[in-house]
């Protein structure tokens, strides 16, 4: 079964403070995809990034930055110099690509309230 | 383009009154879904569409129906709304079963059961 555990629930920054949000997972499959969400205090849900299970490449997106280490079964999100923008519920999710109903189904975790103080 | 458009946005229900949550997308995805959203709980599906007349269960079905008579449109209804049923829901889909397409999520919808 697929899981994926967010241990962060609640991190609180300072403005310009480097934040890691952490995420682990748990799957069965050889192949998955790996997302990750934000959730602003508007409600709704924006993608930030996709990753294959083949591609452990990390990447950076602006200030935004993604670790995938297949080796710990970890996706850990960095956003760098936080802004108060930033503040929002952030989601890490699962996709199993392997065969039968499961992959048409992104197993989230209970995400990480992030805030960020002026 | 829209994307994926959900109607209500807000919604209040006494229990046991029913109601339909709609989803439309119109980016021709064959892969639509339903998921719950509560505090603490992360999303949950509820229920999913590979395409038009299939559907199946997700995690949490139980309390909800959906059917789907065209690519476009995935509603979720509720025969008989309760209180354990309050929380906001969101439909999303897909143009590929396994994850690579990515998902686009409606913008949601809160309902309250009194």
């Known amino acids: 079964a697929q899981k994926v555990t967010q241990a962060q629930t609640e991190i609180s920054v300072v403005e310009k403070e480097d934040v890691t949000l952490d995420c682990v997972y748990e799957?069965?499959?050889?192949?998955?995809?790996l997302f990750w969400y934000k959730q602003p205090p508007s409600g709704e849900l924006v993608f930030l990034i996709r990753r294959n299970s083949f591609d452990e490449q990390n990447e950076i997106s602006g200030r935004y930055s993604w670790n995938f280490q297949k080796s710990t079964s970890s996706f850990n999100f960095t956003i760098t110099a936080s802004q108060v923008v930033d503040s929002a519920v952030y989601f890490c999710?699962?996709?199993?690509?392997?065969?039968?109903?499961?992959?048409?189904?992104?197993?989230f975790g209970k995400g990480t309230l992030l805030t960020v103080n002026p | 383009n829209a994307g994926v458009t959900q109607t209500p946005k807000f919604q209040v229900l006494k229990t046991g009154q029913s109601m339909t949550l709609q989803c439309a997308q119109d980016?021709?995805?064959?892969?639509m879904s339903w998921y719950r959203q509560d505090p603490g709980m992360g999303l949950r599906l509820i229920h999913y569409?590979?395409?038009?007349?299939?559907?199946d269960q997700g995690e949490v079905p139980n309390g909800y129906n959906v059917s789907r008579s065209t690519t476009e449109d995935f509603p979720l209804r509720l025969l008989s709304a309760a209180p354990s049923q309050t929380s906001v829901y969101f439909c999303a889909s897909s143009y590929a079963p396994r994850g690579w397409g990515g998902y686009t999520f409606g913008s949601g919808t809160r309902l309250t059961v009194v």
């Open positions: 569409s590979v395409g038009a007349g299939i559907t």
């Open positions: 999710a699962l996709s199993e690509a392997g065969s039968g109903g499961s992959n048409y189904k992104l197993t």
């Open positions: 980016m021709n995805h064959e892969y």
């Open positions: 799957t069965r499959d050889t192949t998955y995809y």
